[in-house]
């Protein structure tokens, strides 16, 4: 029998609505690789019952455009196209989904992602998809191939929707995998792992790894469809890195939404890596409740590099008002006993919050430049479709219309004039724009931060990619100014 061919697709960047920086300070910061989809390839090549040959097509490091998507999808010629959908990449998600029916009309194609996890029947409503799939995908996309090849209807199949005689039909469930340890390592000989890097990071090449799947915590701005918090095996994260240690990767960026449930399962993590020698320059996304002095000195000698706090604000107030569960006083200590520790602490901060004054703001970046974070990045909040905070926002007028959705409905013609909108019940949404470049401006151009951060490089390459980053930032301050 001949291979059912899938070919997974992260789409050019041609077209994206922007947010809040521009494409080519993205471009900027680096990639990750794309982890999704490799989970996915992986699992439908070594669990079909028939034979399945997987690509994956990742454009924006490869730096492919629309021509070269067509050249290679006309070459390859797949049975199936699987794109990563995101809400800010719909035109793009859409324009190769059209791309490949060009080419090749009876293609099946397929949109999964974070869009679709807010729109499927939207999504499915669009000419060029013939399927959608909510959740996480492995175990529904294996099931919706196996039915392609076996010419059955998909009906039944979670998270899947499909199109039938003119009617659309969407199974609700939000499917996900209750034991991580069944799911196969993901195979990273799917991608060109050279490209991809991270400015913040001392290594050129960068893997990611998930420990873990779902959030507990319920934020008011966070939207995920599945809270069911659960964790892979120490012994089968082990697995993994010992395959990204034989591939002469030296960094990894654990990518869970929270790494540090608590702080004992990070130190175990770091026990297991020193005594199986799988030692690497790493870092996660770490709440700072779940911090200690104990589990820091651990992990430093385990190789960790860097973690990324969710610090938000300097009110605690305003912590409560967007569900944080965190306080200033649990910031500060992790900060302080983080950098104690001779780890750099990088801060995400949200400006814009509901109640929030110009001299709060004020007061968080002053706060931000006290903590002597090595990093920041700053955003205004921006309401997100099915997060509570978009339904406050609309019910107290603040967003007018669900213009999120009219979006969904229509993307190729509503992008061409579609803007996000932001909470602006007390400051207007070019006010926030400008102090985000305020903030940046405050923290990142002081002698002291640009005398320490050179003091601090450890190489001529990774001078030259934060100056590199830098300047393009820079740009963009001054675009904003």
């Given amino acids: 029998m001949k291979p059912y061919k899938v070919l997974f697709i992260n789409p050019p960047l041609d077209n994206i609505v922007k947010m809040e920086m521009s494409s080519e300070v993205i471009e900027e910061m680096g990639h990750y690789p794309p982890l999704g989809l490799m989970y996915l390839a992986t699992y439908l090549k070594e669990k079909s019952r028939y034979p399945v040959g997987v690509k994956i097509l990742d454009c924006a490091p490869e730096k492919y455009g629309y021509r070269e998507l067509r050249a290679i999808v006309s070459e390859w010629m797949p049975d199936m196209v699987a794109v990563t959908t995101f809400t800010p990449t719909i035109v793009d998600d859409i324009l190769t989904a059209r791309l490949v029916k060009e080419i090749n009309p009876a293609v099946k194609t397929i949109l999964g992602g974070h869009h679709v996890d807010s729109y499927p029947l939207e999504t499915l409503r669009l000419p060029e998809v013939d399927y959608v799939s909510k959740g996480e995908g492995e175990e529904s996309l294996l099931a919706l191939v196996e039915a392609v090849i076996e010419r059955r209807e998909p009906a039944g199949i979670p998270g899947i929707g499909y199109k039938k005689d003119g009617k659309f039909f969407v199974d609700d469930r939000t499917p996900f995998i209750a034991d991580l340890d069944t799911v196969p390592i993901p195979d990273r000989g799917l991608i060109r792992q050279e490209l991809y890097t991270c400015t913040l990071g001392a290594e050129r090449q960068v893997a990611t790894v998930m420990s873990s799947r779902g959030c507990p915590f319920q934020c008011t701005f966070c939207y995920s469809p599945t809270k069911n918090y659960r964790m892979r095996s120490i012994a089968s994260i082990m697995k993994e890195l010992e395959d990204i240690k034989a591939r002469g990767i030296q960094e990894i960026f654990f990518f869970d939404d929270l790494f ?33 002095d104990d589990m820091l000195k651990v992990a430093k000698k385990a190789g960790l590099e860097r973690i990324h706090y969710g610090i938000e604000t300097s009110s605690d107030d305003r912590l409560k008002t967007i569900n944080k569960h965190t306080t200033v006083d649990m910031i500060e200590k992790a900060v302080k006993l983080t950098r104690a520790n001779g780890i750099i602490a990088v801060g995400s901060f949200m400006i814009g919050l509901p109640g929030e004054t110009r001299g709060e ?72 724009f400008g102090l985000v470049n305020v903030g940046y401006k405050g923290f990142y151009m002081r002698p002291s931060y640009i005398l320490a951060s050179l003091l601090k490089t450890r190489s001529p390459k990774e001078l030259f990619s934060k100056a590199h980053a830098g300047i393009t930032l820079l740009k963009e301050i001054v675009k904003g100014s």
Wanted: no cysteine; glycine share 4%.
């Fill in 260 to 292: 540090n449930v608590t702080p004992q399962r990070t130190a175990d993590i770091a026990r297991a890596m020193l005594e199986g020698g799988l030692t690497f320059s790493w870092s996660f996304r770490g709440r700072v409740s779940a911090i200690t």
């Fill in 361 to 432: 703001i004020n007061r968080t970046f002053a706060f931000m430049r006290r903590l002597k974070l090595d990093y920041v990045q700053i955003a205004v909040l921006m309401p997100y479709p099915h997060t509570k905070l978009y339904g406050d926002a609309l019910s107290r007028g603040i967003i007018k219309n669900d213009y999120w959705k009219e979006f969904a409905d229509n993307p190729l013609e509503a992008s061409t004039t579609f803007k996000p909108q932001v909470w602006t019940e007390k400051l207007s949404q070019e006010e926030l």
